[in-house]
């Protein structure tokens, strides 16, 4: 089974995963108990402060994870990619289960019960240890094990961040369109969530009153969640690991993943230790983390950085193009490597087929059919400066279907399966000969160029210089077709990303 196949052959990456997608989901949780409990206490004793409470933690649990992630980004402190925005966020959602089941275990006591005990002498807080929580925790239990089913699930989507996770191999599986490798997560995640669901479940059973073992149940529990965080918090950090270890980083898309692991197999040849957050969201992200220093290299394209994260004028020479980009970064502390070799210009596709018969050979050309075809784009190309708004000024074109939206790797099957027309892609990307795609010709040269380099921290340049001569040992190996035969290994032939790079660093640059 060609499921198992990837476990056995991934079973240290596997395992790192599981191990993160614990830590984020433990010490999540164990946070969202300590918060919630007494929040929970407040509520019940304290409706006029408990109601909006509630109505907080209801709010943060409505808004969809990638939107709450998002907003958390930019903020000071909690912002940044990595684990500590991805437990913020995990905290948030386990707010309101916690909060709300022990509020409801509070309330639902007996009031004799209360009432006996004010009648033995009782405080207000002997009240709270020894009678009203010891008779709620089978609902506090409730809510936790609820909170930890909604966090593993959610902890899934921390992988966008670079939080890492089982999460990875589902993005990863996604931007390859390979159903295997996003079972790869997903199965793990599943079964992590019903044994965390059996678990808890047969602890609150033991807490139910009446049971005999409840006593026993309660420290047993209590053991076992303090030695599962000690045991994760041990394995896995806050922060990137080593102060020697060199962060390299990915846009979510399969050429970017290549280039990111081409980076880090380069440095790793040299000796160099590096820690890998690939997959981490699109262009944006990557720039906020390299500025923010969460990473230290990731690669980036000459157009794409000029148009869309610079603001500057599009242009149209290489050179200039480098030179511009070079002054620019210099200037936020961030070096230009030389161009790894190859210009991944965006490229107007449409099927073999429709070129065919309709004589479509240059941009200008879907003037033809630009009444009956609808348009289909990645995120990033309907709002950038250099995407569909200027290609329709340039072009005058004028779609009466307004375009389809998705991710950038599924654009290129929608368009093959009739979804949508005319896409947006990348030149070098693997799928166009696999799908039997036809590029159309830039006849006003729209597009300025997008040569791939390297953007590098000049912190970490400066010390580390061996990173600029490793890195170097790359500049103007890559050709168009290079690039587009490892994408179709892993989108088309569906091999490893690591494997694939390997074997084109052997043939290229062999020790």
């Known amino acids: ?20 997608h614990l830590f984020l989901v433990l010490w999540s949780t164990a946070i969202a108990t300590a918060i919630g409990l007494p929040a929970g206490i407040v509520a019940a004793h304290r409706p006029r402060i408990g109601r909006p409470l509630l109505a907080a933690a209801s709010i943060a649990q409505t808004i969809p994870s990638l939107a709450l992630l998002g907003f958390l980004l930019p903020l000071p402190f909690i912002g940044g990619i990595g684990p500590r925005i991805a437990i913020v966020a995990l905290i948030l959602y386990a707010l309101l289960p916690i909060v709300r089941s022990t509020a409801a275990g509070l309330r639902s006591i007996d009031p004799s019960v209360i009432d006996a005990g004010i009648a033995m002498g009782m405080t207000a807080r002997q009240l709270l240890w020894l009678v009203e929580l010891p008779l709620a925790l089978p609902s506090i239990v409730a809510g936790i094990r609820i909170a930890t089913i909604v966090g593993i699930g959610t902890a899934t989507i921390a992988a966008a961040i670079g939080a890492g996770g089982l999460g990875e191999y589902i993005f990863r599986g996604l931007s390859m369109v390979d159903s295997t490798v996003i079972l790869a997560g997903a199965i793990p995640a599943a079964v992590m969530a019903l044994l965390a669901d059996g678990i ?22 209590m053991a076992t969640a303090v030695l599962l965080l000690i045991v994760v918090a041990g394995g896995a950090g806050f922060g990137p690991g080593r102060a020697d270890t060199i962060v390299v980083g990915s846009k979510n898309f399969t050429e970017q993943v290549v ?3 081409l980076l880090a197999q380069t440095l790793e040849r040299r000796g160099i230790r590096v820690t890998r957050r690939l997959n981490l969201g699109g262009t944006f992200i990557c720039d906020r983390a390299i500025r923010s220093g969460d990473i230290d290299a990731y690669v980036e394209y000459t157009g794409t950085a000029l148009a869309a ?3 500057q004028p599009l242009e149209k020479g290489p050179d200039a193009a480098l030179t511009s980009l070079r002054n620019a970064y210099g200037r936020s502390g961030l070096s230009v490597l030389a161009p790894l070799g190859f210009n991944n210009t965006f490229a107007m596709l449409v099927r073999d087929e429709d070129a065919d018969t309709l004589g479509l050979t240059t941009i200008d050309d879907l003037h033809r059919v630009e009444a009956q075809w609808r348009p289909g784009f990645g995120y990033e190309f309907a709002e ?3 995407g569909y708004a200027g290609l329709l000024r340039t072009y005058e074109l004028r779609f009466t279907t307004p375009p389809r939206v998705m991710e950038l790797n599924l654009v290129y099957r929608a368009l093959a399966s009739r979804q949508v027309d005319v896409i947006a892609g990348d030149a070098t990307n693997g799928l166009i000969k696999a799908l039997h795609l036809s590029m159309l010709r830039d006849n006003r040269s729209y597009f300025p160029p997008y040569y791939a380099v390297p953007i590098v921290r000049s912190a970490v340049l400066l010390a580390r210089p061996e990173l600029r001569e490793a890195l170097n040992t790359l500049a103007g ?10 994408n179709a290994a892993v989108d088309v032939e569906h091999r490893d990303v690591a494997a694939t790079v390997r074997d084109f660093l052997d043939a290229t640059l062999p020790n």
């Open 200 to 221: 808890l479940t047969w602890v609150e059973r033991r807490l139910s009153p009446g049971h005999r073992q409840r006593s026993a149940a309660v420290p047993l529990a």
């Open 309 to 311: 994260i610079l603001k």
């Open 259 to 261: 280039l990111g692991e």
């Open 477 to 486: 190996r890559i050709s168009e077709d290079d690039m587009r035969a490892m």
């Open 384 to 386: 950038r400066a250099d």
């Open 1 to 20: 089974m060609r499921l198992l196949s990837f476990w056995m052959s991934h079973r240290e990456e596997l395992a790192a995963m599981v191990e993160r």
